[in-house]
């Protein structure tokens, strides 16, 4: 008689790329941006990248951060400066980005890496930048193959994760599901750490929260966020009233349970915020599985 076999789905890589990716090696990468307007121009340049060299079983085997100095005439936004701690002067005399490329590919070279997996949008970044830089022809071209070989691994890690219900978790969400912690610290090597160790997480079936939860309640928020119309005391001050009707119908909508949809919610929250009753956040996944 015939016997069936009942195999264990193997999660995420599995299917979107760094395990086993053709028996190769794998790179993860992450980088930061000086993205601005310039002289009736939009400006994308790197400032720092940072990467991890894995074989197919995600052993680490180099890893690699660097700074790159700025342009002549770019400056740092104060923004900039506050999410990566990058200042104008350390980038005044960083390394060339000439430099720079010339060493993430001998690296790549090296180890034989089949693709370098990245979060989101750093291939198109990378891109905008690399073409609005007047290169040498042979580095030019070997800088065009390593941008190739970038895969935004987002989308399909995040469908995996969340049953189909979501393209598009942001790293911080991923760390959170993982148990990782929700800060994201836009730093190049930390970020592209983060995003190793969550492959290797959900590579074992380790996650510590429920993907499909996390993607239910970002479509909640999503809705609710959209609906929303009062939540700044200052701005909306002028619209506050003590008003015991209102106060009355907000508890009884509360007691028909219209929070468990996001539009009613939306509307209560601002029922609540025009009574006196203060604003209500909804926080990010991140946010609130922490604080839970």
Known sequence: MATSKTTKKVKG???TA?????GKNQAFLDAEYLSARYKKSSIEDVISVGVIIT???????DRFYSTVQL???HKLPPLI??????????LEFATPYEEVMTELIHRIRKFQVGKICVWGGDKNSFQRDYESRNLEKPLKRSVAKFISTFDNIQKEVSLDVTGGLDANLSLADMKTICGLGGVVEHNALSDAEDMLNCIRIIEQDKMKYDGVKAAEYKRFRGEYVKNRSFDDEEVDEEFIIDSDLGKSFLKEIEERGFGDNPKTKAFMDD???LVGGGNVYMGTFSEMMEEE
Do not use: M
């Open 18 to 22: 760094p395990a086993g990716y053709k």
């Open 81 to 90: 400066t506050e999410l990566t701690g990058l200042t104008n002067e350390d």
């Open 271 to 273: 029922l609540r915020f």
């Open 55 to 61: 074989n197919p079983a995600h052993e680490e085997l």
């Open 13 to 15: 890589p599995s299917q």
């Open 71 to 73: 342009r002549p005439g």
